[in-house]
């Protein structure tokens, strides 16, 4: 079965705590892994595709990584405007997204 | 500046209503999606368009249907509204062929009483 599941379901971070989001998936004909950012009440933001195993892809202090099963987003010194919620989700002929990991960084 | 744009941001309706949520993109995409999005569950598709006039049923289709009839347009309707089907309702657009990443709209929170 097609499926991404995200980890941990929470995380609570102290301001410049570096630490990393883990997204797992087993998809079929992967065709590319994304991720989304979701602040409370509003729709996912795109923030990167990954297409490829060994790729990354960086923006400001949010780099991702892609591996032949997973997915990191490594976060370097978080600020309080990081704390979102943040989605992967995998396509193959439909995307499969995971449920989510809620990031909370206290100042 | 993509976009997809939803027709309310919030939506309360009482139990048996007809309701339509509107869904526009200016981004000229083939491909559109309705999720509904519930604490703990994640996104799950309810509906999925690949074309004017074409729609396919997600995971979840019971209770709704959908329409398309220009390609920028796609609405969810949800023909007798229950308690169950209080959520936030997310819109999606990707393109046709390459793999690109789906743009959301902002979302409508829809409460059935």
């Known amino acids: 079965e097609d499926q991404v599941t995200q980890s941990p379901e929470a995380l609570r971070l102290q301001e410049g705590e570096s630490s990393s989001l883990n997204c797992s998936y087993t998809v079929s004909g992967l065709r590319g892994l994304f991720w989304y950012r979701q602040d409370p009440g509003k729709g996912p933001e795109f923030l990167f595709t990954?297409?490829?195993a060994g790729e990354e892809k960086e923006k400001e202090r949010l780099k991702a990584t892609l591996t032949k099963k997973e997915s990191f987003l490594h976060i370097t010194a978080p600020k309080p405007e990081d704390s979102a919620t943040y989605l992967c989700a995998a396509r193959s002929n439909q995307f499969y997204f995971g449920t989510g990991t809620s990031l909370t960084v206290i100042p | 500046d993509v976009k997809v744009t939803q027709s309310s941001r919030y939506l309360v309706k009482r139990t048996g209503e007809k309701v339509f949520l509107e869904c526009v993109q200016d981004?000229?995409?083939?491909?559109m999606f309705w999720y509904r999005q519930d604490p703990g569950l994640g996104l799950r598709l309810i509906y999925f368009s690949y074309d004017v006039k074409m729609k396919e049923k997600g995971d979840i289709p019971e209770g709704y249907s959908v329409s398309r009839e220009k390609k920028e347009r796609f609405s969810l309707i949800l023909e007798s509204a229950s308690t169950n089907q209080t959520s936030m309702y997310l819109c999606?657009?990707?393109?046709?062929?390459?793999?690109?990443?789906?743009?959301f709209g902002q979302g409508t929170r829809l409460t059935v009483v």
């Open positions: 981004m000229d995409h083939e491909n």
């Open positions: 999606a657009s990707t393109s046709g062929g390459a793999p690109t990443e789906a743009f």
């Open positions: 990954l297409y490829s």
